[in-house]
């Protein structure tokens, strides 16, 4: 009675792998497509070492371009960092809080953002509990000419709140970038009461500066707690790209992606707590393994600090490393990353690899349990509905528990039973060498036939 439900079940679960084959070439085909690299700097690290080095910025930028490097990433000022640069000065002994803006523009340019993020903007002060923002004058506290009070504005929100708030990049690291050749890549953090309107002024107002790819900051991304879909739709509408940083824990970054059926793209990064316990050579095979293993496209490259006499050299010589292991001649290319083309898989590829892993279980089930063939038909198809809604529904988290099913499931029948593919119970004669030899090598392919199938 056994032999017809495995006759079956093998029929399926080669059904089932001429599915996943077919998934396979498409995927294939999409990504010798999609071969260019983009490597990030980030600007306050290339900036910094320019500057403890004593060389100019622009001389330092070209030099790192000439190593392939394709952008910059800028982080967003808040006012708490425009306060320790010295654009900003505040005079907390008054009630309420005055803070004294070093120039009209850079005025301008906090009220902005801190309208784009939905906070009120009032002409003047209407009460305490508020914060003043005025146009400084030539010294701090001196009055303006004609006895004048100078341009300003007040929100109703104290300045221990305010503070940490985010009110856009710095226009002049932009240029900056731009006049170097480079391509700026914005980092902002989410903020709190984020919704469709407000995300859709900051995004826009990062498109107006020349903005294509945004990697946020921080622990979460646009849409955390439930506005998945609006942040998505954002993305979309704005024609901006989100950038999810692989093994980067952001929350909300997978469901975002699941809302963006796929269309962001997907960064490699090392954190300056890992570059620490990492040395040179370690950091370099993490983003050669990530451009060409796990078709990563973006590699946001922190840059060695303490790194010797020549700094700047070392670090040049660290990115040729990277982009030449990369590239390994011709293979790779680098530039603006672009978006991978739409897989289009058929729903039904997707069920029959469904069948094929939950036949491969049904197979496993014949050959370790002494279990009836209703039974196993029973636990084969409950198998084989739950992981078709993992790899329909389920989005990346269900493709990966299918995924590892799979590699659980058919290495196992590989090594239970050598003669899954018809070649016998051989019996392995010790005293005969080129028995044993040929044996061995037979039991080698088909496990591995076996494993690869799974």
Not at 306 to 325: A, F, K
Not at 441 to 454: A, C, D, K, L, P
């Amino acid at each position: 009675m056994r032999r017809p439900l495995s006759s079956v079940l093998s029929i399926l679960v080669a059904i089932g792998c001429f599915a996943a084959l077919y998934a396979s070439i498409k995927r294939f085909s999409v990504e010798q497509h999609n071969r260019r690299v983009e490597l990030v700097l980030d600007y306050a690290e290339a900036s910094n070492l320019a500057q403890l080095t004593g060389h100019p910025v622009e001389a330092t930028l070209a030099r790192f371009k000439a190593a392939h490097v394709t952008s910059l990433a800028i982080t967003e000022d808040t006012l708490n960092s425009l306060e320790l640069q010295g654009q900003i000065h505040t005079q907390q002994w008054v009630d309420p809080v005055t803070v004294s803006v070093s120039s009209p523009e850079t005025l301008a340019r906090i009220k902005k953002g801190l309208s784009d993020k939905g906070i009120p903007i009032l002409d003047a002060p209407t009460g305490r509990k508020q914060t003043v923002f005025e146009a400084a004058t030539d010294q701090i506290g001196e009055e303006a000419p004609d006895n004048r009070q100078p341009d300003g504005f007040a929100v109703p929100m104290e300045w221990s709140n305010l503070r940490n708030i985010g009110v856009g990049l710095d226009p002049d690291s932009i240029q900056t970038t731009k006049s170097a050749g480079l391509k700026p890549v914005a980092r902002i953090a989410n903020f709190s009461g984020a919704n469709s309107t407000t995300m859709r002024s900051v995004l826009l107002r990062l498109k107006s500066l020349g903005i294509d790819t945004v990697i946020f900051q921080g622990l979460e991304v646009f849409g955390y707690r439930g506005m998945y879909k609006e942040a998505a739709q954002t993305f979309e509408s704005t024609g901006l790209h989100f950038g999810q940083v692989e093994f980067g824990k952001q929350k909300g970054d997978e469901q975002l992606g699941i809302k963006l059926k796929g269309n962001f793209l997907r960064v490699h990064s090392i954190s300056d707590a890992e570059m620490g316990a990492l040395d040179e050579t370690e950091a370099i095979e993490r983003f050669v393994r990530a451009a060409r293993e796990r078709n990563i496209r973006v590699c946001y490259v922190r840059l060695l600090t303490t790194v010797g006499e020549n700094p700047v050299d070392t670090n040049v010589d660290y990115l040729n490393q990277i982009s030449h292991r990369i590239a390994r001649g011709s293979e790779m290319g680098f530039g603006e990353a672009k978006l991978y083309e739409d897989l289009a898989i058929p729903i039904a590829i997707n069920l029959f690899m469904a069948f094929g892993i939950g036949s491969g279980f049904g197979l496993l089930l014949i050959n370790t349990l002494p279990l009836r063939d209703r039974s196993v038909v029973l636990l084969t198809l409950v198998t084989t509905c739950l992981l078709g809604a993992l790899i329909i529904v389920g989005g990346e988290s269900g493709r990966r528990i299918a995924a590892f099913a799979a590699s659980l499931t058919f290495p196992t029948l590989a090594c239970l039973k050598r003669d899954l593919l018809g070649l016998g119970k051989t019996a392995l004669v010790a005293h005969e060498v080129s028995e044993s030899v040929g044996f061995a090598i037979r039991q080698i392919i088909s496990s591995s036939m076996v494993t690869g199938i799974g």
